[in-house]
Structure formats: C-alpha cells, structure tokens
C-alpha cells in the first residue's frame, strides 16, 4: 500500500467555481506584476546608484495600473454610472489618463535604455536599462490582462 494514497489536501475554494476565466487573468496579471518589479529590485541590488531616478518609471507604471483597472468596462459604456462629477465622461477621461501614463511611461524607460545604456560610450552595462525596460513593459501587459482578459458578467 502506498503511503501517499491516505493524504489528502483541502481544496481551494476561490479556485472551485465554474468561471476560471476571471481566476486565471488575475494569477496571470499578478505574476506580471511581481515580474516586474522584481527585474527592478534585481537590477537595483545587483548594481546599486545605477538607476538613480528612474525607479519613476515604474511607480508611474503602478498608478496607471491601478487607474486603469478603477474603472469598470460599464462604467465606461455609461451603462451602470450616472452620478458623480462627470458622469460617465469622467469614467472614460480618468481610464484615458492611466494609459497616458501606462504609454509615457514605457516610452520613457525605453527612452533611458537606448540613451543611457545602449549608446553610452565606455560603458557596456546595459542590465540596468533593460530591467527597467522590462518592469514597464511587464507592468503595463498586467495591467492590459487585468482589464480586458476578465468578464464583468459574474459581478452582476
């Protein structure tokens, strides 16, 4: 008899329901995430002082994620949201600044890598500019996952 045959694991019960659509996006979208910022905690432990003040970049990155993911798909249609301010204008205004600020901010990591690490002369280490290359891109297609790859049907 195998001694693993009487074992047994409890379930996961946010992972037990019908839909894993909303599940799967969200484990994808974070993993994204994390991956970025770890490129960046990588980049800045290995070669400290390196990056000085473009650790910006990623923080931007962050707001925009969190700008854009705030606002709900019917909130933007103007289907569920009247009230407030500006109604669902406001909606569409504040999910067009965040992928203002998602796009500034990878085109301003892209901008540091190619300036000050492609085509420095003297120096040949360009791991720094890569990663926070890397943390942009990988922030801003987590926050793209976490926005269009889930359904807002089970939220009722």
Sequence with gaps: MNCCQNITM????????????????????????????????????????????????????????????????????????????MGPRGARLWLFFGFVIGFGSLIASCWILFANYVNAKGDSETWPGVCLFLQNALIFAGSLIFKFARTEDLWG
């Design 10 to 85: 409890p379930s996961c019960v946010w992972f037990e329901s019908g839909e894993k659509q909303n599940i799967i996006a969200s484990i994808f979208a974070g993993l994204l995430f994390f991956s970025g910022w770890w490129f960046m905690i990588d980049a800045e432990v290995t070669r400290p002082n390196h990056l000085k003040a473009a650790h910006v970049c990623g923080v931007m990155a962050t707001l925009s994620l969190i700008m854009i993911n705030s606002v709900s798909n019917a909130q933007v249609r103007g289907e569920t949201y009247t009230g407030g301010c």
